[in-house]
């Protein structure tokens, strides 16, 4: 696998997005999650700033560093009842799938939303009518991504309107489009109520979705006060080892990004990985 981090997790420092991209290659990582306005301290990154330029700037450094980029991230709400709201945020998305065609990166990166302004948890995002908002809001999208050649990818979240593989294959088979992929992250489809059902989970995602699976996610949990806490993978109660193995097995030099380690544990966890992927 190719085993990577957010690239804002490295560094508790400011630093410049050249130094960033050399500490991700010295602590021995091959690819990184990159959401623009965390990664670059020295100047903001609007749309107006996604020039060409920039984007061509950023490959160079990368590839100098050799350390691919796996996810542009644009974590924005598609279903935004808004409609001002909402206009703004479609603009973003296709500046960044024009953005990403000069980036050489393997995808633009989402969740799936809900149709509240806050963007936040409600079980309205569970019901058949948020799935066709959100199906019907991601088709422009994705013809977007379609005609600059780039992957868009959507990330199944259990607090949003794709809150299971099933439902995330409604929408794969919905807009039938090549440039619609996955990104699976494991434990955000998890609840208190369905801990236990985590081994079919893995085993449905790699069975019903490999072909569309572009980008792994990995984080783990705890259990506090009855709620899901997202902590460093290793730490916590997820069954890593089936998952290695299943990425192992079915997702050769797959990119697999790290997701809430700090500083201090990034490099244990990157070494946990790759004890249970040589172990698998």
């Known amino acids: 696998m190719n085993l990577g981090i957010r690239l804002h997790d490295v560094s508790k420092e400011k630093l410049n997005f050249e130094e960033l991209i050399a500490l991700v290659a010295e602590k021995k990582f091959t690819c990184g999650h990159l959401a623009l306005s965390k990664a670059f301290n020295d100047f903001k990154v609007d749309i107006g700033?996604?020039?060409p330029g920039l984007a061509m700037h950023i490959r160079q450094v990368c590839e100098k560093n050799h350390v691919d980029l796996c996810v542009l991230g644009c974590y924005l709400n598609l279903c935004n009842p808004d409609p001002v709201k909402h206009a703004e945020i479609v603009e973003k998305y296709k500046a960044h799938i024009r953005f990403a065609s000069f980036l050489n990166v393997a995808c633009v990166g989402t969740e799936t939303?809900?149709?509240n302004v806050e963007y936040k948890y409600d079980i309205d995002n569970?019901?058949?009518?948020?799935?066709?908002t959100f199906i019907e809001n991601l088709r422009p999208i994705v013809k977007y991504a379609e005609q600059f050649g780039v992957i868009f990818a959507i990330e199944p979240v259990w607090k949003h309107i794709v809150y299971n593989l099933e439902r995330a294959k409604r929408v794969i088979e919905a807009i039938d489009s090549p440039n619609l992929q996955i990104i699976f992250d494991p434990v955000n489809l998890l609840c208190p109520e369905n801990l236990e059902e985590q081994d079919e989970m893995m085993e449905y995602a790699f069975r019903e979705l490999n072909n569309h699976i572009a980008v792994i996610h990995c984080k783990d949990y705890k259990l506090e006060n009855g709620e899901l806490v997202s902590i460093a993978a290793g730490t916590g109660s997820y069954h890593y080892p089936k998952l290695m193995k299943l990425i192992k097995e079915h997702k050769p030099y797959v990119h697999v990004s790290l997701e809430n380690t700090i500083p201090e544990?990034?490099?244990?966890?990157?070494d946990f990985m790759w004890k249970l992927y040589q172990e698998a």
């Open 49 to 51: 700033a996604m020039t």
């Open 113 to 115: 939303g809900a149709r």
């Open 126 to 132: 569970h019901s058949e009518e948020a799935l066709e």
């Open 265 to 270: 544990n990034a490099i244990a966890t990157r």
